[in-house]
T-cell receptor
């Protein structure tokens, strides 16, 4: 299997622009997680899905952030409008059977908002 | 909400010295998973501990889960340059992560 796939790997945008990050989980995995990592705040769980349904979005920082999972093989994290403080590495992870199972992370998207 | 405190934040060691990172919780943990993130990389699963007092070894790495399931540690014996990275603990049943300990090898 190819592992978790994320695109783009790097994104540079200007403040106020819309940003869409994409994730393809490992085939057959039922759970998908979105994380944000910064030096200041470490690794933060933003939202997770089970069978394409959002289960817990309490980590989503504010209304500018939204996430969708239209099918089992695709998820997006959208920031609109983006702000410089959104600059971070965004990881997507998936796992198979239960929320506490091993998480497999994608390579991440490094977002820079100017 | 519940937090897992991980210490130290950084540890500088000479190659060949030992390294230890600790995770502590004020409440009982469901399980503990340990992940390693190489510089510029993504977290990669190392091991999971479930039982009270559990000890597991992977070559030079020893993982322990406390008797009360409120703390855990990762010990690396005789560090090598390939050990460089940030080590995270996580209770992924409750979806809480430690802040990570960065292992730095002194030149």
């Amino acid at each position: 299997d190819a592992g978790v796939i994320q695109s783009p790997r790097h994104e540079v945008t200007e403040m106020g622009q819309e940003v869409t990050l994409r994730c393809k989980p490992i085939s057959g995995h039922d759970y998908l997680f979105w994380y944000r990592q910064t030096m200041m705040r470490g690794l933060e769980l933003l939202i997770y899905f089970n069978n394409n349904v959002p289960i817990d979005d309490s980590g989503m920082p504010e209304d500018r952030f939204s996430a969708k999972m239209p099918n089992a093989s695709f998820s997006t994290l959208k920031i609109q409008p983006s702000e410089p403080r959104d600059s971070a590495v965004y990881f997507c992870a998936s796992n198979r059977l239960a929320v506490q199972d091993t998480q497999y992370f994608g390579p991440g998207t490094r977002l820079t908002v100017l | 909400g519940q937090q897992v405190m991980q210490i130290p934040q950084y540890q500088h060691v000479q190659e060949g010295e030992d390294f230890t990172t600790y995770c502590n919780s004020s409440t009982t943990l469901s399980n503990i998973q340990w992940y390693k993130q190489r510089p510029g990389g993504h977290p990669v699963f190392l091991i999971q501990l479930v039982k009270s007092g559990e000890v597991k070894k992977q070559k030079r790495l020893t993982f322990q889960f406390g008797e009360a399931k409120k703390n855990s540690s990762l010990h690396i014996t005789a560090t090598q340059t390939t050990d460089v990275g940030t080590y995270f603990c996580a209770d992924n049943y409750q979806l809480i992560w430690g802040a990570g300990t960065k292992l730095i090898i002194k030149p």
